[in-house]
């Protein structure tokens, strides 16, 4: 039997863009590679921040290091996952090990809320008790720090950038970047008005971009993990029943394994006028669903 596709939107894809991307083991390969020299820039970095910072007494800076070891502890988690990821997974193991992403963006997302209640102490500690900074050192190295976050964008840019993981250490990266600018300026201010008030309003500044990124990767991650729904279940209805033969689409579930991986669970209800037409009704559903929604794992319970 040929099979034809009765679906009304082949010309209109609502929701996935053309170029669908697919885990491939090339691409894990770059991403391991760049993450690891990402990792050992930005780890370097973040000590000599830390030490800076102390030496300077400098909140802002102290707090920039922080943001530097939850960029650093991102990083190794994400290298940690992608390994686990490729992986060949015992049979009891049925979705493999991808969900390690998952659980890396979860941990990492915790352990920066707890950075920033530290920052957000420390710099109430500092305002009832203020102190001087060592202006010269401070900026030098904030300097240095924004240099080391450039250059450890453009390697980050050169991997998978549909990639969850990479995608969210860039983004971290890049917030990096801001509060690096945000600070030196600061610190141009403090050293012509001696206004050191100024440091302690950055430190709070860096916890407020460090708590938006973590709100997104928890928010993201959880959601996951409590196998919400990543596509509108009315959207994936209505697509589906445009297929003529198909009555109804109905007990719908779709849940996220890892990035770019769904799975979906349904019953299409057909007339009995179209059983003769089952395996091509399947296979065209199958087929647009993964085109245009990347669900790649799918069972349906036909009724009639």
């Not at 190794?76 to 998952?102: D, H």
Request: some cysteine; aromatic content about 10%; proline content about 1%.
């Amino acid at each position: 039997m040929n099979k034809h596709c009765d679906f009304g939107l082949n010309e209109h894809k609502p929701y996935i863009k053309q170029d669908s991307h697919e885990h491939s083991h090339d691409h894990r390969s770059t991403d391991k590679k760049l993450l690891k020299i990402a990792l050992a820039i930005t780890f370097i970095t973040m000590i000599a921040e830390f030490v800076a910072g102390f030496v300077s007494n400098s909140l802002a800076l102290i707090s920039d290091a922080i943001h530097m070891f939850t960029h650093s502890f991102a990083l190794i988690v994400s290298l940690i996952a992608i390994i686990l990821a490729s992986k060949k997974a015992p049979l009891e193991k049925t979705f493999g090990y991808y969900r390690a992403e998952v659980l890396a963006a979860f941990i990492n997302g915790i352990t920066i809320i707890l950075s920033i209640l530290w920052i957000v102490y420390e710099a109430i500690e500092r305002f009832l008790n203020p102190s001087s900074i060592d202006i010269s050192l401070a900026i030098s190295v904030a300097t240095i720090g924004l240099i080391v976050n450039i250059i450890t964008g453009v390697i980050l840019m050169q991997g998978d950038r549909e990639n969850n993981n990479l995608k969210s250490a860039f983004v971290h990266m890049l917030s990096d970047a801001l509060s690096s600018v945000a600070i030196i300026i600061g610190y141009a201010v403090i050293y012509y008005t001696n206004w050191f008030f100024i440091d302690i309003f950055l430190a709070l500044l860096v916890a407020f971009v460090i708590a938006k990124w973590a709100v997104d990767i928890l928010r993201s991650s959880i959601n996951t993990l409590m196998e919400t729904s990543p596509i509108e279940i009315k959207v994936i209805k209505e697509f589906v029943e445009q297929d003529k033969r198909v009555i109804e689409l109905h007990d719908i579930h779709i849940w996220e394994i890892t990035q770019d991986m769904y799975n979906m669970t349904a019953h299409v209800k057909i007339d009995k006028s179209s059983l003769d037409e089952y395996g091509d009704i399947l296979s065209c559903i199958n087929e647009e669903l993964k085109e245009n929604f990347k669900i790649v794992h799918t069972t349906f319970q036909f009724e009639w």
